[in-house]
């Protein structure tokens, strides 16, 4: 969420984070309190955000087109 959007609080005390204890960190497991198609939005969004952030276009190939190198061992 960009930081000049209207839905993102100019005060950090409103911002929606949690602190934890280090060590004392809930689950990473967000399957009892998201559904699965929120959860693939999530991912969607980190994708989008990440890309954004290179400054490069996201790439227009089909999967079977996608630069793989295979290494066996």
């Known amino acids: 969420m ?3 959007s209207a839905a993102f609080p100019r005060d950090p005390a ?3 984070v949690r ?3 280090l060590g004392e ?3 990473d497991d ?3 309190s998201t559904t699965p198609g929120q959860r693939l939005e999530m991912v969607w969004t980190l994708r989008d955000r990440m890309w954004e952030l290179t400054g490069r276009p996201v790439p227009t190939y089909a999967r079977s087109e996608m630069p793989i190198r ?3 061992q």
Request: net charge positive; aromatic share 12%.
């Open 30 to 32: 967000l399957s009892a």
């Open 14 to 16: 409103l911002w929606p």
């Open 2 to 4: 960009p930081r000049n």
């Open 19 to 21: 602190v934890f204890r």
């Open 70 to 72: 295979i290494i066996r």
């Open 25 to 27: 960190e809930p689950d």
